[in-house]
């Protein structure tokens, strides 16, 4: 909802400063097209801020850490991150809730008796997700000092993790 909420601003904002531009005498100095490009430059530095600024610190788990690190003193053992991420990382920001409420308020799922379904447009933006990270983003990346392809195949995952994933399923 923050990125939504964001992106709300940012247009509001726009056409409050176009409304602006448009009728005051001070701004007859620009012409038709330069009043359009300072909208549309308007929008793109609304949304390049949306995604940049309260999105990114909303979804980031690097900001996070670092967020712990600091609360903790400066240090912690590395071999405690599983149990933060996993006890107060998901209990903190209600990581399940607020993205499911974002997802059906965006319209990419919806939820009945208890069971989360994805809708035509959820279906294709998973498709372009998938498509872009399998097509697009590094094969390997550096975890631990090894570079490795682990994280990137996730149907690898899947094939492991059959039996628990079918006990998922909505009947």
Not at 47 to 55: D, G, R
Not at 101 to 113: F, K, P
Not at 124 to 141: E, G, N, Q, V
Request: positive net charge.
């Amino acid at each position: 909802m923050i990125f939504y909420s964001a992106i709300f601003d940012g247009v509001l904002a726009t056409i409050i400063t176009s409304l602006v531009l448009w009728f005051k005498e001070y701004f007859k100095v620009f012409s038709f097209f330069e009043k359009i490009q300072i909208f549309i430059i308007c929008l793109l530095i609304g949304y390049s801020f949306a995604i940049s600024v309260p999105t990114v610190i909303d979804r980031s788990l690097s900001f996070y850490i670092l967020e712990k690190i600091q609360e903790r003193g400066g240090g912690i053992k590395k071999s405690s991150f599983q149990e933060i991420f996993s006890k107060e990382y998901m209990a903190e920001h209600q990581l399940v809730e607020v993205r499911l409420t974002e997802q059906v308020v965006s319209g990419t799922i919806i939820i009945e008796n208890g069971c989360v379904k994805i809708t035509k447009l959820g279906k294709t933006l998973s498709f372009i997700s998938k498509y872009f990270r399998k097509h697009f983003l590094a094969k390997k990346r550096l975890l631990s000092g090894q570079y490795t392809d682990e994280l990137i195949e996730i149907s690898k995952f899947n094939f492991i993790e059959n039996k628990r994933i079918e006990s998922y399923k909505c009947k």
